[in-house]
């Protein structure tokens, strides 16, 4: 199993967009996929319309020395993606894990991933917009970092801290961690501030070919609880997510269906 995390300390980037529809892009290709929803707004769960309780997700993952993974892993409506859920729950179970003295804080979900590692290709893990232990714990457990940037006056504030703490975890933690790579979400290509915010970006940081266009049926999509890629497989953001799945594969050396 490959681990995916997408990560940004902004909000609002389109990291839980891209988290369930590049996992459901996945599984159309082939893939058997896990989606954790690692962030306690819980955008994840509620897209996939598997909203749970406290005690029923990530939460545990955090707090128990041997986590249930059988009981915590749902499925959802698409064939060959499950997922695990959160909810504020997080938050309670954050605290506690930042008050542990005792037991590391930030393999937990790397060693709960490793129960389950044989039964998925992939593990794509959706996180808040912070850099807080649940964060940690993604980029401790990840194989490669997507980065969804938005082109905006304010598009790399936190970026270069994002990226020295992602440096450190690679160097502390987690010697796995392969590929660190932005990609340009919400893209306007008629709007000529977004063109030259998008070439400062390639810039300055290694970034996909790939631009994610704006869409209004994102938003609609989203209110449907169903991924884009699947609602509007023809809008501009749907044939987008399909290319950056096939530059993400091609950049991994997977092939484009079945077994990596
Ligand atoms: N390609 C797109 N085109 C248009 N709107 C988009 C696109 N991608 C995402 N959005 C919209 O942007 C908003 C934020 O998206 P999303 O919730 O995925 O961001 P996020 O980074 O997960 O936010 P948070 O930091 O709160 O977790 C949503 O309203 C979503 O519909
Ligand atoms: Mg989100």
């Known amino acids: 199993m490959r681990t995916i995390a997408i990560i940004n300390l902004k909000g609002g980037v389109a990291k839980t967009t891209s988290s369930i529809n590049i996992a459901y892009i996945l599984t159309t290709r082939g893939y058997k996929v896990l989606l954790v929803d690692n962030d306690k707004q819980g955008d994840c769960s509620r897209g996939l319309n598997r909203r749970t309780s406290d005690g029923d997700g990530i939460d545990r993952i955090m707090t128990d020395r041997h986590p249930d993974m059988q009981s915590l892993i749902r499925n959802t409506d698409y064939v060959g993606l499950d997922i695990i859920t959160a909810n504020l729950g997080l938050l309670t179970a954050n605290m506690e894990v930042t008050m ?24 794509v893990v959706d996180n808040a917009p912070d850099i807080n232990i649940s964060v940690i714990n993604a980029l401790t457990a990840a194989n490669d970092v997507l980065i969804p940037v938005e082109v905006d006056d304010n598009t790399l504030e936190g970026m ?6 992602i440096q450190e975890v690679k160097e502390e933690l987690n010697p796995d961690l392969q590929n660190v790579k932005c990609f340009i979400s919400k893209f306007q290509k ?8 998008a070439e400062i970006i390639r810039e300055q940081y290694p970034t996909m070919q790939t631009l994610i266009r704006a869409s209004a049926v994102v938003a609609r999509s989203t209110f449907a609880r169903t991924p884009v890629a699947l609602h509007s497989p023809r809008s501009a953001a749907a044939e987008d997510y399909e290319k950056l799945v096939t530059e993400y594969l091609d950049m991994i050396g997977g092939v484009q269906d079945g077994e990596i």
């Open 100 to 123: 542990d003295r005792v037991r590391p804080q930030q393999n937990r979900l790397k060693k709960a991933l490793q129960q389950v590692a044989d039964r998925y290709d992939f593990c």
């Open 160 to 165: 270069n801290e994002l990226l020295e703490q």
């Open 190 to 197: 008629f709007n000529e501030a977004h063109k030259q915010g």
